[in-house]
Nanobody
Framework: QVQLVESGGGLVQAGGSLRLSCAAS????????MGWFRQAPGKEREFVGV????????RYADYVNGRFTISRDNAKNTVYLQMNSLKPEDTAVYYC????????????????????WGQGTQVTVSS
């Protein structure tokens, strides 16, 4: 069983930055892509971005528009989401998740392709 723990959320003013972390309990996730998703109140959970298992490439949702960067440190079993130029519409609970397929060649954005979700961390951006 894999456990994921997100941290780093908080309250920030518009234009500010936050760095989220997602720590995995086992090293085996180093063979899986890791995704970030978010869910705002009253809305469905949506894709934010994903990083390949070896960190060689990333994919982001269109609304990110160069503001966010995902990185990973497999030696620490940790994935990061650096968020800059935050907007009030980025307010949501942010979750990390493990791609259910190991060593996948493409980067997927759909929820059902992910398993082992964390509990989420709240990000609130004030205007």
């Amino acid at each position: 069983q894999v456990q994921l723990v997100e941290s780093g959320g908080g309250l920030v003013q518009a234009g500010g930055s936050l760095r989220l972390s997602c720590a995995a309990s086992v090293r085996t996730v180093s063979s899986n892509a890791m995704g970030w998703f978010r869910q705002a109140p009253g809305k469905e959970r949506e894709f934010v971005g994903v990083i390949r298992w070896n960190g060689s490439s990333t994919r982001y949702a269109d609304y990110v528009n160069g503001r966010f960067t995902i990185s990973r440190d497999n030696a620490k079993n940790t994935v990061y989401l650096q968020m800059n130029s935050l907007k009030p519409e980025d307010t949501a609970v942010y979750y990390c998740a493990v791609d259910r397929r190991i060593l996948r060649s493409n980067l997927v954005a759909t929820l059902h392709e992910y398993t082992y979700w964390g509990q989420g961390t709240q990000v609130t951006v004030s205007s």
